[in-house]
Every structure is written in structure tokens, then in C-alpha cells.
């Protein structure tokens, strides 16, 4: 009989010590990916970059609104005199300059999203490579970010791994 107790305790042992393990082993972690984004020296120099390349197409905006200007009152002041052949070549080169410049704003607005994209991507990487390292040194299975707003509720017992990725980064 003592046996069978004994037999009994050491299945029991047996088959809840894996779960009591999986259960430890279950680390769940959190960040805040914008505050982390917002300390790292790269995405200074990248947004200095995209100032610098908007004010230059801020400029070459200004320059093609100084032509039209110019050109519009050019046109004002000289439409009574004008033949109506003359009138209609003017305003249609009016038209065609205003579009140029509805184009120009909507590609310089889309040139400056790409470039962006093109300068924040190997931050999104670097962090992400960051998150990974901890979070495998760490034993985490699952780093969540709180910042993406679909997390609800995070419990106490959820790491802010914020600080050791930015020492894993160097911050």
C-alpha cells in the first residue's frame, strides 16, 4: 500500500512538475515603443534631415507661388488690353502653372513621407533587434507594446523591459 501512495505522489510529482514549470517559464513583457523611439540620437539626425529637405521644398513651393503671383498680376492689369486669343493663352498658362503647383505640393507631401520612412525604418529595426536580444536573454515570451494601444490592461506582474533595451542599445 505504501508502495501504491508512493507510486501515486511520484506520477503526480511527475506530471505537475512540467506544468509548474511552462508555468515560471511564462514571462511577459511591456514597452512603450514611442517614448523609446523618442530617446534614440538617430531619429534626431533623421528628423533634422526631413526639416532640412522640407525647407527646401518649402522654398522651391514659395518660388513657383512668387511666379504665379506675378504672372497673375501681370495678367490683371493688362486683361482689358489683351486680344482674346492673348487672354486665353494667358489664362490657360495661369491654369497650368496652379496645377503644377497642386502636383508639386502632393509629390514633395509624398516624397517627404517616403524619405521619412526611408530614415525611421533602421531605427524600427535597431529597436526591434534590441526587444529580441532581451527578450530572449531575458526569457520572455511575449514583449508587448503598450504604445499600440490594443493592450487593454497589462498586469503588475508584466516587465517594463524599456530599461534593458536601452541598455542593450546603449542609452
Excluded: C, W
Amino acid at each position: 500500500m505504501k508502495n501504491v501512495i508512493k507510486l501515486l505522489f511520484i506520477s503526480a510529482l511527475l506530471v505537475a512538475g512540467p506544468v509548474v514549470n511552462a508555468q515560471q517559464a511564462s514571462k511577459f513583457g511591456h514597452i512603450n515603443s514611442s517614448r523609446l523611439l523618442s530617446i534614440m540620437p538617430e531619429r534626431e539626425a533623421a528628423q533634422r534631415q526631413i526639416q532640412r529637405e522640407a525647407q527646401s521644398l518649402q522654398e522651391e513651393l514659395e518660388k513657383m507661388q512668387v511666379e504665379y503671383n506675378n504672372k497673375l498680376q501681370v495678367y490683371i492689369e493688362a486683361q482689358d488690353t489683351l486680344s482674346q486669343a492673348v487672354r486665353q493663352l494667358r489664362e490657360r498658362e495661369l491654369r497650368e502653372l496652379q496645377t503644377r503647383i497642386q502636383e508639386f505640393q502632393a509629390g514633395a507631401q509624398e516624397d517627404l513621407q517616403q524619405r521619412e520612412m526611408e530614415l525611421i525604418q533602421p531605427i524600427f529595426e535597431k529597436i526591434e533587434q534590441a526587444i529580441a536580444q532581451v527578450a530572449r536573454e531575458r526569457g520572455y515570451i511575449y514583449v508587448f507594446d503598450i504604445d499600440a494601444n490594443s493592450i487593454l490592461y497589462f498586469s503588475d506582474e508584466s516587465e517594463d523591459v524599456l530599461p534593458h533595451v536601452r541598455a542593450q542599445l546603449g542609452l
